[in-house]
């Protein structure tokens, strides 16, 4: 749950400030707000703290997505690399574009196989999506070397590695642009909310003008009299949000600190237990320690494990079997069922490509989520409460 088990007295106050000038709104309000301006702030800061050029606040991780792929012109008749293993949203914000989700395969760190690329490319990819899941790194340096091969653009899928890096480098700043969650179970909330950062002033523009109904929010004149280039739609962050926001911002790196030794003391156990292996993290260092994911050497024998957990009061999830996070379980996107009753975009006329979404496609995947189980990780666990999860594994892996 991490953000959301931090609540307390700073996010309060920074709310406070918005409360206090009645003013809701990022935009426009100048006089009255006596300077307060927090999604503005917010933005500043993340960009700061992932030193990345320009960070764009919006209203969800979804929306980041979707604006974000707006802002690289991905739309109808393209193809858009993603991994089978991820949520929903990534899939639904490039079919959103109008463009097409090509499934990819994973390798051993849970996220895109960077040999993917080249094997599931075709003439119509324009982009590839490497989502870092479960809060730990893509062979990300590998992604970007073969992209900048293949001339395609890259969106990092940060939505649940916020605060995560690879060789020092910010997860989310490595790609053309980097998108970010904060609904309520990521490691910074602010209830729902999103970010999108890029190093390009002319990405950024793109977005931030798509995001607000095309406004250039030229500071020089009222909001009524901005220009615009571009028609856009609503994903504007609200005030409260980017005052939570910055307060939650200011814990990420206790939390991620938290995390990690919780992390350590669990994984120890485990590593007790034969034939348990770790997911690999490309590295280990820059993990955001969200989760924790091990696999067994088969798929019953994860199954047992899981079920021996479970009678110990010990959660954890195998992703293989998940309704929302792996491909193959989404009957209703398998049967191409879009919101729209013509099955837009699959049947749009401009898109030559014919995709397909098999097991047979992703046979690594198919390997390893059905033998990996995951944990959560929380900031606050107890020595009583991690005492409990050692005893819960030691005693399951008696029972085996
Ligand atoms: C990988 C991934 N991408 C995108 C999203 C969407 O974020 P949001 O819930 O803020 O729309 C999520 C949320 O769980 C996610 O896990």
């Not at 993340?46 to 919006?58: D, E, I, P, R, T």
């Not at 969106?155 to 904060?182: I, R, T, V």
């Not at 179970?185 to 950062?197: A, L, N, P, S």
């Not at 009583?384 to 819960?392: A, C, R, V």
Request: glycine content about 8%; aromatic content about 8%; some cysteine.
């Amino acid at each position: 749950m991490a953000g959301a088990e931090m609540i307390g007295k700073e996010e309060i106050r920074e709310v406070m400030d918005v409360l206090e000038t009645g003013i809701l709104m990022r935009y426009g309000f100048d006089k009255e707000r006596r300077g307060i301006y927090k999604v503005r702030q917010f933005e500043e800061e993340f960009a700061g703290y992932c030193k990345a050029g320009y960070a764009l606040g919006v209203t969800s991780g979804s929306a980041a997505l979707k604006v974000a792929l707006t802002a690289l012109d991905v739309g109808p008749g393209d193809e858009v690399l993603v991994p089978c293993f991820t949520f929903l949203a990534t899939y639904e914000a490039v079919m959103e574009v109008g463009a097409i989700p090509v499934m990819v395969d994973i390798d051993d760190t849970l996220n895109l196989d960077p040999q993917e690329i080249e094997r599931k490319k075709t003439p119509y990819t324009k982009a590839i999506i490497p989502v870092h899941m479960c809060g730990s790194a893509a062979r990300i340096d590998k992604i970007m070397e073969v992209a900048r091969k293949n001339k395609l653009l890259v969106l990092e899928d940060n939505a649940q590695g916020c605060g995560a890096s690879f060789q020092g480098k910010k997860l989310g700043s490595f790609g053309e642009m980097g998108c970010f969650s904060f609904d309520y179970v990521k490691t910074v909330t602010t209830g729902e909310g999103g970010m999108i950062i890029t190093d390009s002033l002319d990405l950024y523009h793109r977005a931030e003008w798509y995001h607000d109904h095309g406004h250039d929010h030229n500071p020089q004149v009222s909001r009524a009299l901005e220009g615009r280039t571009i028609l856009g739609f609503n994903y504007r962050m609200n005030e409260l949000q980017g005052a939570l926001g910055l307060a939650q911002l200011h814990k990420l790196d206790y939390i991620v600190a938290e995390q990690k030794k919780n992390k350590q003391i669990i994984k120890d156990a485990l590593a007790q237990v034969p034939g348990v292996k770790f997911r690999t993290l490309p590295d280990p260092a820059g993990d955001s320690a969200t989760f924790l994911a091990f696999n067994l050497p088969e798929e019953g024998l994860a199954q047992r494990f899981q079920n021996m957990l479970s009678a110990e009061g010990v959660d954890t999830v195998c992703y293989k079997r998940n309704l929302w996070h792996y491909v193959p379980n989404w009957e209703h996107f398998l049967a191409r069922s879009t919101a729209s009753s013509k099955k837009y975009p699959f049947t749009d006329p401009t898109y030559k490509g014919k995709v397909q979404y098999t097991r047979e496609s992703i046979p690594q995947a198919e390997d390893i989520l059905g033998r990996t189980l995951v944990m959560g990780i929380s900031v606050k666990m107890s020595p009583e409460k991690l005492n409990s999860i050692k005893k819960g594994i030691e005693q399951a892996a008696k029972n085996m």
